[in-house]
């Protein structure tokens, strides 16, 4: 690997390339070409926020794989406490943990993606998430203290958004969107635009004004 810069990627920039060993084995974010990845950091195994994220998770499983996405977990930890933790969770909760949990005891991907905050800690990452697109690029990150735990619906939620998005083209979806709802259009870029963007939509309820219009896929 090359040398690995430290700082937060940003918004439509290339994801930052790895390889690393996880509970899966050797990984990389190029074994995943092809399809979308959730890439998240939790700061330490054996924790109770960090294990309810995880059980959330493993039970959203199908939910993220029905959309083509990998999740990947990560933390500065070893691969055996990794292990040992995950085995603790399926035998303490009945939930078995189906995707990799990256080791990152040298911080390389924790360094590459900005996971580590040292205004929260010295060493461990905080609660991360990075929403990696087929083309590997970053579409979304998000970050959390280490006191609050995450929401895996609403990652999903945006995980729906930035594909429907996608498929539909030149479309944004409005705030608290859930699949199926309907997106909005963007606003006119011109006078004459505006004016038969108005007369196109005389009978249509959720066109609130020139630049407010909402429709259906």
């Not at 390889?19 to 990389?28: F, M, N, R, V, Y």
């Not at 040992?84 to 390389?108: C, M, N, Y």
Request: aromatic fraction near 10%; glycine fraction near 6%.
């Amino acid at each position: 690997m090359t040398d690995i810069a430290p700082g937060i990627p940003q918004i439509n920039s290339p994801a930052p390339e790895f390889e690393a060993l996880s509970t899966h084995g050797p990984i990389s974010l190029g074994k995943y070409s092809g399809k979308w990845v959730v890439l998240f950091s939790h700061p330490y195994d054996f924790t109770p926020v960090c294990s309810t994220e995880f059980l959330a998770f493993a039970n959203h499983a199908a939910d993220f794989a029905e959309r083509n996405v990998q999740l990947i977990g990560l933390s500065v930890d070893s691969v055996f406490s990794h292990i040992a933790w995950t085995r603790s969770l399926e035998q303490s909760h009945g939930v078995k943990i189906p995707f990799p949990v990256i080791a990152d005891l040298d911080t390389k991907v924790a360094r590459a993606y900005g996971m580590i905050h040292h205004g929260a800690s010295d060493m461990a990452t905080v609660r991360s998430v990075f929403i990696i697109d087929p083309k590997k690029t970053i579409r979304a990150l998000v970050y959390y203290p280490m006191q609050c735990g995450r929401n895996i619906a609403e990652i999903l939620r945006l995980v729906d958004a930035l594909q429907t998005v996608d498929k539909a083209g030149n479309v944004a979806t409005p705030e608290g969107w859930k699949k199926g709802d309907k997106v909005i259009m963007p606003p006119p870029k011109t006078s004459a635009e505006a004016d038969a963007r108005v007369a196109e939509n005389t009978q249509n309820p959720d066109a609130k004004d020139w630049y407010f219009v909402k429709r259906s896929l």
